[in-house]
């Protein structure tokens, strides 16, 4: 898988944490690699080996200065594209030029910063989501440090079965009426469709009206993106990746986004709130306060009175679950059921992928043919007898009952 995600870009970081020209370097794990960002003097993002070449010390201790990070062992000096653009401890002026330094292409969009760990000399076309096109004031965007294998994150994106339990509101807590159907029936079904981008895979519930049907469109997308329908503030989507650290470590992005609406103060207030980015620390590298040592804030009183969980956010929920299944789930002592068709159909989607990748075959969504910024999720509720193709097909019903109207 790795060599999978090298083909494509991936996140790096959220484009905060380099907040200013020449300001601190950021160390930060990728797939394996000890890579240091920085952010240089023109406002551009380097992304090199931690390790500086000479003698290896960390480039992270760097002074940042004048378009490159110097090493403060002896001074040697890298710019963002990694050449060596001084050696001054050496003789020879053009010493620098016979050192190759890891330094991988950047790209900043939507609020983070992207990178392609790849082996082509030219990157594939940058997946330009819909959010990444959007005013910086459309788009709210966190991070999550997690520590566990990035699948079992993934994986739980796209469960069907978990929203009806893990994320449901239990005894006089106030009732999402959109969301009603997943209290109501804990058995949905799942569909898939083979997309150019991946799959889309599509829910459906039974509603407390048994004219209607609840349905949730959710894709994903090669190699660890899914878009989900929406939370419980206004219509705001919620673009997600699940990028390996390492097989133990991986980072979830979460960015809510409208094309129309920009958030305000409050309702950025209410959505980290409602999904426990509240939680998260910066100062211990963007985990969630919640972890396994306090469990992940579980309140007994809450799950006897308030949710099913005990924990507060929705976002918190599934770090707390994931992270509760240790760094690497031995799949072999699962026993899968009939809900979890979804989660298998991923499974073989990537294994798949990984025959496609040794045989030298073509990896889905790299050669620009694929319109990143039309890829939707919606949740809409229509009529029961309505069709998982009808639902597809029918772009413009985005959320909500409103869609009953035109169908
Ligand atoms: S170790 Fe970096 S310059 Fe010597
Ligand atoms: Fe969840």
């Known amino acids: 898988m790795g060599e999978i995600f090298r083909s494509y870009w991936l996140p790096a970081m959220l484009a905060e944490r380099l907040p200013e020209p020449d300001g601190a370097p950021v160390a930060i794990k990728l797939l394996g690699e000890r890579l240091v960002a920085f952010r240089d003097t023109e406002g551009r993002v380097g992304l090199l080996d931690e390790f500086c070449p000479h003698r290896r010390v960390s480039l992270l201790y760097g002074r940042n200065e004048e378009c490159g990070l110097r090493c403060v062992y002896h001074g040697w000096k890298f710019d963002v594209e990694g050449r060596v653009v001084d050696t001054p401890t050496e003789?020879?002026?053009d010493f620098g030029k016979t050192i190759e330094v890891t330094a991988y292409p950047t790209h900043e969009a939507g609020g983070i910063v992207w990178t392609y760990m790849g082996r082509e000399p030219v990157p594939p076309p940058f997946?330009?989501?819909?959010?990444?096109?959007?005013?910086?004031?459309?788009?709210l965007g966190y991070h999550y440090r997690q520590e566990c294998n990035y699948l079992q994150g993934l994986e739980a994106d796209i469960d069907i079965s978990h929203p009806s339990f893990l994320h449901s509101p239990i005894g006089e807590a106030p009732i999402d009426k959109t969301r009603e159907a997943m209290g109501v029936d804990p058995r949905p079904r799942g569909f898939t469709r083979?997309?150019?981008?991946?799959?889309q895979t599509i829910w459906r519930w039974n509603t407390p009206d048994p004219a209607k049907a609840l349905y949730w469109v959710d894709p994903f997308v090669v190699p660890c993106h899914t878009i989900v329908p929406a939370g419980?503030?206004?219509?705001?989507?919620?673009?997600?990746?699940?990028?390996?650290?390492d097989d133990e470590h991986h980072w979830l992005y979460y960015v809510h986004y409208d094309p129309d609406t920009p958030a305000d103060e409050e309702e950025r207030r209410t959505?980290?709130?409602?999904?426990?980015?509240?939680?998260?620390?910066?100062?211990?590298e963007y985990r969630s306060r919640g972890n396994l040592e306090n469990m992940h804030l579980l309140d007994r009183e809450r799950q006897k009175h308030e949710n099913f969980s005990g924990i507060r956010g929705i976002?918190?929920?599934d770090v707390a679950i994931l992270q509760s299944m240790g760094p690497i789930v031995d799949r072999s002592l699962e026993q899968i059921g009939s809900r979890d068709v979804l989660v298998m159909h991923l499974r073989r989607y990537l294994l798949d992928l990984v025959r496609k990748q040794m045989a030298g075959e073509t990896l889905p969504a790299l050669d620009g043919t694929v319109?990143?910024?039309?890829?939707?999720?919606?949740m809409v509720i229509v009529p029961a007898d309505t069709s998982v193709d009808q639902v597809l097909a029918r772009r413009e019903w985005?959320?909500?009952?409103?869609?009953l109207a035109e169908a």
Do not use: C, M
């Open 271 to 284: 959505l980290e709130y409602n999904f426990g980015h509240d939680l998260i620390d910066p100062g211990i």
């Open 315 to 317: 976002a918190a929920q």
């Open 91 to 93: 003789l020879n002026p």
């Open 127 to 139: 997946p330009d989501f819909l959010f990444t096109r959007l005013p910086a004031s459309h788009v």
């Open 398 to 403: 985005k959320w909500g009952e409103a869609a």
């Open 371 to 378: 319109a990143f910024p039309d890829i939707d999720s919606r």
């Open 232 to 245: 419980r503030t206004k219509l705001r989507y919620i673009w997600h990746a699940w990028v390996p650290i």
């Open 194 to 199: 083979d997309e150019a981008f991946g799959f």
